[in-house]
């Protein structure tokens, strides 16, 4: 966990903007489909249509769940995007098969969107003889990966919400960027301020290592998957051959520190219908 002489410039900018999210609340549970949207259902059937409608093998045995979760996961669908937008259509067009009364609510919501990301490893001048690394920030796509053309679609690797800008320093390994690890690097004389911290998924919520490191005094926060945490052991290799992550492999996801839409903090946008 000691200061490492290198030195990592990276940037990272995304874009915030409104964008009309289709959302929907769902109150079935059965049918186990999952997505951004929600659906608002009329009142004029009984509860107990519903009741029986989930319970009965038309929409809950496991032919009907199997095709309603492939139908939902062949490819990804973040929120504001066209693909979202056509798992909104497809639930919709399944309530509506079943004559549940129900309809599509748009909200403007604050989202985030890569632009451009770079992270690159240099040396220090002393050691300048070293070409720099540039990362590809991209999780490869390997041969015979049944989902390939899906892994085209999904968005680069970007931490949502993240602030933007380039930031350029040395290097702290921080272990989980937790409260007692930033602790344990100030008993050990490790100084973070001005630098770069390193840390690995797991532990606590990503956006708590991020928030973390800037209670530290660093200027930026690179987190990545470490494989004992999420690539297995032994000879089992990884997706698609195993269930483990390979090793160009990173979690995403938001590091906002609030429930529902920025714009709206503290209540989740659907509350508002």
Known sequence: MKKQWSESHSHNYTESKYSMVKTSIVSFLAIGIATSFSFVFSSSPPKSYYHS???SNS???NA???HDLYMLTRRPH???TEANAQAAAYVLSTLASFSINSHIVSYDVSLTYPISRSLVLT???QASEQLPVVFDLRQEIYDGDPYADAAREVLPSFHAYAKSGTVRGAVVYANYGRVEDFKRLK???VNVRESIVLARYGKIYRGDIVNNAFEAGAIGAIVYTDKKDYGGGGDE???PE???MPPSGVQVGSVYDGAGDPSTPGMAEYSRM
């Open 53 to 55: 409608l989930y319970k």
């Open 59 to 61: 929409i809950s045995d």
């Open 64 to 66: 009907s769940i199997s």
């Open 78 to 80: 973040a929120a504001g």
């Open 123 to 125: 040396q220090p001048e």
């Open 187 to 189: 008993e050990m004389g």
């Open 237 to 239: 290799g990884w997706f």
């Open 242 to 244: 195993a269930k483990w």
